[in-house]
């Protein structure tokens, strides 16, 4: 047994079997279970909520990624978007570990409909993968169940319904199983699986790839530690020593691969850096614990008062929920075997914990600002909250054990009769219909709208205005159909490019505006006067073009204006 593996190794059993059907229930209760408490969203899945901005965008980048492996695989990250800048495609977490979905269909309402797919297969995805961990680590079925139904509809996860790059989080649980399989029961190619599946998180985004990339270093680095103590060192297998190796440089390869263009985004713009200042502005602070998410069905009105005065409220709500940690609480303190495992799991809860307050506390201050400053990667997230996701898998498995400790305890210390053999089965199940309340958000279908969705002209480089924040990302959707070439933008920062054009641009159409579109070498420019409305292109189709050498044109309620040389001058009609 090799020295990961005696880390590995359960005080109490080795790794359970689990056939194929348990599987296979296992991925429908998940379906189940997402279907129900994303009712509204099944069946709205052409629509939109009311908050849309990151949902556009993100429905974008899966179109993006599967057009771009199609039509231009050695161009992948120069997208259509932000012309004519480089690598665009990276100025944000690009969700590259969902590309598959992209191939499927074509244009705004299949890009809606792929995203809505994609965000309940994470659901699906994260229960499963919870659940197997659980399986792992000794649970009953019934138990591994809530752990997974605890990570994969945690409450904190509706503050980050439009987030895919967080929600897209099941291989963190699935990479933890197929690690401690393998290394339980020789089998190397579980253990590669393992490696692989951690370099899927991150190409999912760095956001979570990263810190699960220092976490497996961190039970390493533990697993060699136990190793050199154990006496005498237990056999290592020389399979087992190969998979391992040939997995860690899958994940470190990859994650170099993919962090270069990352890394020269940084390089040319300066504005893309995360300062401490800027996520200093996104740590929560400590009473964070106490909040949930507007949109939590049971906690979210009667947290408004904790959320008040947040900087960021919206992605600060961290309650984990109460059934949660009470479960935790009787997982850890009930007797049973592998106590050093929740022991561990524990501390894995209050580290990540910890972590995920950011720079919000002094202790933080220097713990996190040790990371930001000297570990590499880390200053990819913005947001220290989104760690509370490894927070929420610890309190999961954690709550499976109370529930299985709860289930067992059939008389009490004191002798009293035994609870009824189907009512303890039954505990379970009941407090997994509890976890599975408190996950629960206000969605209806009120709030769910038909996308608005407009053809736009093929030919490009082309400016669209108005421009800036929801403006540009809506064009962008639309742009799914086809992906002209376009000037605007919506990613985790605004370049110097486009915050500049957004005030140079306000006088468009005159002969400073044309220039300087010329200069950059755009082709057209498309008005949109039923969104301009109190912008500073309102009334833009009514200006004199006289003498600046446009073609005008009206397209389906878009006034294009063409800034080739020689185009026929004239007013739309």
């Not at 039970?219 to 190796?245: E, F, Y």
């Not at 880390?378 to 996701?389: A, D, I, M």
């Not at 954690?398 to 009512?423: C, I, N, Y």
């Amino acid at each position: 047994m090799s020295g990961v593996e005696a880390v590995a190794a359960s005080p109490s059993a080795e790794s359970p079997r689990i056939p194929g059907r348990e599987l296979a229930g296992i991925t429908a209760l998940g379906c189940l279970f997402a279907v129900l408490l994303n009712l509204s969203l099944v069946t709205h899945i052409t629509k939109v909520p009311a908050d849309s901005a990151d949902r556009f965008f993100q429905s974008w980048q899966l179109a993006w990624n599967g057009h771009a492996l199609l039509s231009q695989p050695l161009d992948f990250l120069q997208s259509n978007a932000f012309w004519p800048l480089e690598d665009s495609a990276a100025f944000s977490d690009g969700l590259f570990g969902f590309t598959p979905a992209g191939l499927i269909g074509r244009g705004p309402e299949a890009a809606l409909v792929r995203y809505n797919l994609v965000f309940l297969f994470c659901a699906v995805a994260a229960f499963a993968g919870a659940a197997l961990l659980g399986r792992e680590l000794g649970l009953r079925l019934p138990a591994a169940v809530l752990a997974g139904a605890a990570f994969a509809f945690a409450p904190f996860r509706l503050a980050h319904l439009n987030h895919l790059h967080v929600l897209g989080s099941a291989p963190i649980p699935l990479c933890l199983f197929l690690l401690l399989r393998g290394y339980r029961q020789q089998r190397p190619g579980l253990v590669f699986a393992g490696f692989v599946v951690a370099a899927w998180q991150v190409m999912i985004g760095f956001t979570l790839g990263i810190p699960l990339a220092y976490l497996l270093a961190l039970l390493g680095a533990l697993a060699a530690i136990r190793w050199w103590r154990t006496d005498p060192r237990p056999a290592v297998s020389r399979g087992v020593i190969k998979a391992t190796v040939a997995g860690v440089a899958v994940l470190v390869l990859w994650s170099g691969f993919q962090a270069m263009p990352y890394l020269e985004v940084l390089r040319r713009h300066a504005e893309a850096r995360r300062t401490v200042e800027f996520v200093e502005f996104y740590s929560p602070p400590l009473r964070a614990y106490l909040a949930a998410p507007p949109d939590s069905l049971l906690w979210g009105r009667a947290s408004e008062a904790v959320r008040q005065g947040m900087t960021w409220a919206p992605e600060m709500a961290l309650f984990p929920g109460v059934t949660v940690v009470v479960l935790a609480l009787a997982g850890l303190a009930l007797p049973g075997a592998g106590r050093r495992w929740r022991l561990g799991i524990a501390l894995a809860a209050l580290g990540s914990g910890f972590l995920a307050l950011g720079f919000s506390n002094p202790p933080g201050r220097a713990v996190y600002g040790l990371l930001y400053h000297l570990a590499p990667g880390w200053q990819s997230s913005r947001t220290p909250g989104r760690l509370f996701t490894f927070t929420s898998l610890a309190l999961a498995l954690l709550a499976g054990m109370g529930a299985q400790a709860l289930a067992r305890r059939r008389s009490s210390p004191a002798g009293e009769p035994a609870l009824p053999s189907r009512l303890v089965l039954a505990v379970p199940a009941v407090l997994t219909v509890l976890v599975l309340a408190e996950g629960a958000g206000r969605s209806t279908a009120d709030s769910f709208a038909d996308p608005p969705v407009r053809r736009l002209p093929q030919a490009g480089p082309q400016m669209h205005l108005p421009s800036g924040g929801f403006y540009d990302v809506t064009y962008m959707f639309w742009s799914t159909d086809g992906f002209p070439l376009m000037v605007n933008g919506y990613s985790g920062f605004t370049p110097d490019l486009q915050r500049s054009l957004q005030t140079e641009l306000a006088g468009f159409p005159d002969l400073q505006t044309v220039e300087r579109l010329r200069e950059l070498g755009v082709r057209s420019v498309v008005l949109h006067p039923d969104l301009a409305a109190g912008t500073p292109w309102e009334g833009s189709e009514d200006r004199p073009v006289e003498g600046l050498g446009l073609g005008v044109s009206r397209q389906g309620g878009m006034v294009v204006f063409e800034l080739a040389e020689g185009a026929p001058e004239g007013r739309a009609p």
